[in-house]
């Protein structure tokens, strides 16, 4: 693909190779610099994705093309943002990853106070029966009420579900299809709520769920408790996706009332953008092998080419290829990055975060990795982490482009969450930059909203609380 526009933006990733590097004296091998290439977009690639993005939204909101649409655009029910008065005490649940949380959430004057703790989820329980997730989520909720002498009460409860679902009411939600590693069996197709509520049943944990809400709409509505110009909400973490307010004349499927607000939160669920084969032009051969090692092979591609779950693992790949092919660690690869998901995409983090000249962090993470290294070789293994997280990025950018432009505004603020936007040590700067070059005429605010995915199941619940007092 050509890429004679290349943005100008900070850390372009196949620019990275550090020209200055007196280690690197020769210059890279024609095959590292065709990997790093492949990672590249240019500023017009990106506005075909965005496009293409523009494109799918509005076939996911028109109700003749939304059965067929890949990017679905779920009403999520959730018709106003906070205004700063709610209050109250409310539980939340938020299930999403591997962690698991439960939340005691106090709501006063504009101000939040949280009392949580976080449960781990296994693999077996990921991956096993409904039964057992949920018997597990009844469990600690159970668990955590006692624990805050709170054992009978029935306080309202807001239930982050960070997965595709399509909402009938406000706690009426199927779930589409699982993401982000879970398969757990007889929950696709099903009422998650009603599910819930079976195990609460079944493990005697008295439970008043109001709302479930997906993790963009819980960041976006914690933000706007304390910003009102936050419009979107956006997650980049283990998954990614976003959330936008929209006019109800514009959302085909809408099937509520009519009734002011005239708006609705669309969950877009733009992880899935791509799965028809649109996306494949901007594709490596390492996004397509990585893809056929998950457990939802040909889903959720745009998701798989931007957030935490994948990065780490297109890198490995990459670092495979080369260490191969004799272009990097002496041409010995070691047991270890031969292993699936090995190389984390918190090595990412540390690695490129690493302001030192000698890259020692990211020697102390291949010589863990069990690999022999030369100074080139960390250049190499840098510009790699670099491409790979620049290209997701841009490419996050490129769909908030599409969103942005929907929307009309001249200025808007963003409210985000998740674990890559927060620790990555350039993520948010990159996408500053990109969004300046891909939205110039607006002025676009990123906000950490942190904490948003279980505070914002509480105000979803708070809210639905005050519009029906
Ligand atoms: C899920 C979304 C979620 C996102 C971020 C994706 O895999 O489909 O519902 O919002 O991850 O957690």
Redesign the pocket.
């Known amino acids: 693909m050509a890429n004679t526009d290349n943005l100008t933006g900070i850390n372009d990733g196949n620019r990275q190779m550090k020209t200055s590097d007196k280690e690197l004296s020769t210059k890279p091998a024609a095959e590292v610099t065709e990997i790093l290439e492949s990672f590249s977009l240019s500023k017009s690639n990106l506005q075909e994705i965005s496009q293409l993005m523009r494109q799918n939204m509005d076939r996911g909101l028109n109700s003749a093309t939304n059965a067929s649409a890949i990017v679905k655009m779920y009403p999520s029910f959730v018709r106003s943002l906070p205004d700063g008065t709610e209050k109250g005490d409310f539980f939340a649940l938020d299930l999403?990853?591997s962690n698991f949380r439960v939340l005691l959430v106090q709501l006063l004057d504009g101000d939040v106070k949280m009392k949580s703790k976080i449960y781990k989820i296994s693999q077996e329980t990921m991956t096993g029966t409904g039964e057992q997730l949920f018997d597990s989520i009844a469990d600690s909720l159970a668990e955590f009420k006692a624990e805050q002498g709170l054992g009978d009460t029935d306080l309202p409860l807001g239930f982050t579900f960070?997965?595709?679902?399509k909402q009938m009411g406000l706690a009426t939600a199927t779930l589409v299809k699982w993401?982000?590693g879970f398969t757990a069996s007889n929950v696709e197709g099903k009422d998650v709520v009603q599910l819930l509520k079976e195990a609460c049943k079944r493990k005697n944990v008295n439970l008043q769920i109001v709302a479930l809400v997906?993790?963009?709409v819980g960041t976006l509505m914690s933000c706007a408790y304390s910003c009102r110009d936050a419009y979107i909400g956006l997650?980049l973490?283990?998954?990614?996706?976003a959330c936008y307010m929209e006019k109800l004349s514009d959302v085909g499927t809408w099937t509520g009332d009519d009734k002011e607000p005239r708006e609705v939160i669309i969950?877009m669920?733009w992880?899935?953008f791509g799965d028809d084969g649109c996306l494949d032009d901007y594709r490596t051969e390492f996004d397509r092998e990585m893809d056929g090692l998950t457990l939802n092979k040909s889903k959720?591609l745009y998701?798989k080419m931007i957030?935490g779950m994948y990065l780490g693992e297109i890198v490995r790949l990459a670092l495979v290829k080369l260490g191969s092919s004799g272009h990097l660690f002496g041409g010995k690869v070691s047991e270890d990055l031969k292993t699936a998901w090995k190389f984390e995409t918190r090595f990412l983090t540390d690695i490129e975060g690493d302001a030192s000249s000698e890259n020692a962090e990211c020697r102390s993470i291949l010589t863990n990795l069990g690999l022999t290294t030369s100074p080139s070789d960390l250049t190499i293994v840098r510009s790699v982490c670099v491409a790979v997280s620049t290209r997701a990025a841009k490419l996050a950018v490129a769909g908030l482009a599409a969103v942005i432009s929907k929307i009309g505004l001249n200025e808007l603020t963003i409210a985000v969450d998740?674990s890559l936007y927060k620790k990555h040590p350039t993520f948010k700067p990159n996408m500053e930059q990109f969004l300046k070059e891909l939205v110039p005429s607006v002025s676009v605010k990123l906000m950490l909203s942190e904490d948003g995915?279980g505070k914002g199941a509480a105000l979803v619940a708070a809210v639905a609380a005050r519009l029906s007092s």
């Open positions: 999403g990853g960070s997965f595709p679902c993401t982000k997906n993790d963009t997650i973490g283990t998954g990614t996706n969950n669920e992880g899935a959720q998701e957030s998740g995915s």
